[in-house]
């Protein structure tokens, strides 16, 4: 896997893009379909050729890359301090993740049988997504240091609601582990804060341009 400051920005859009994905459902019970779909099917991609493939295409991405600019630079949004509360935490429990081998091997079998159910249903079918939401439940959800998500409680009481935040939350750990395995490391984000927004800026154009081409 590369280690270069490209690669390490397109898995922290990864770990943002859930982050907002979840302040979304949280507040309006909604989020873009394609851009659940993108978050989702990154829990899938096990064997990856390149960062960029865990995702998709660099449009894929568009949502993650604004919100890390947004939130590492401008802050200008209402919601910045959530999703970066969110991205940080994430960030945070993949670290905890990390020392527990075993809970690691759980989610990876479990997600290994959910493949089917994805390949048969879709990756934003309810009954694939619940399935992520239970693995969520069974395993990251025991740790001490848990992920107070903020919203309209009406929104996140509605059960699918719920599962969406659980599954969108196991797919941002996932990004997580793949910027730690291309080389980001959490004081990167105050030291190198400045490089990364340029970068997120950078791909974010090339992602804009991909779409109107």
């Not at 980001?184 to 804060?193: A, E, P, T």
Request: some cysteine.
């Amino acid at each position: 896997m590369s280690r270069s400051l490209h690669d390490q920005t397109l898995a922290l859009a990864g770990v943002f893009q859930a982050a907002t994905l979840v302040q979304q459902v949280a507040h309006q019970g909604q989020c873009a379909e394609s851009s659940l779909e993108t978050s989702v099917r990154s829990l899938f991609a096990t064997e990856p050729d390149s960062t960029l493939a865990v995702y998709g295409d660099l449009k894929d991405l568009r949502e993650g890359l604004a919100a890390l600019v947004s939130v590492l630079s401008e802050q200008s949004r209402r919601e910045d301090v959530d999703i970066l509360r969110y991205g940080l935490n994430l960030i945070q429990l993949e670290a905890r993740l990390k020392s527990q081998p075993d809970m690691l091997d759980v989610i990876s079998s479990r997600i290994e049988q959910a493949r089917h159910t994805a390949r048969h249903f879709g990756y934003t079918h309810g009954n694939l997504i619940k399935n992520l939401a239970s693995i969520y439940t069974d395993t990251i959800s025991t740790f001490k240091l848990r992920i107070q998500v903020s919203g309209d409680p009406n929104k996140l009481q509605m059960e699918d609601n719920a599962a969406r935040v659980r599954a969108l939350l196991l797919a941002g750990i996932r990004s997580a582990v793949l910027w730690r395995q291309t080389g980001g490391r959490r004081w990167h984000l105050i030291f190198f804060r400045k490089r990364i927004v340029a970068k997120a800026r950078e791909l974010a154009e090339q992602a804009n341009q991909s779409v109107y081409h």
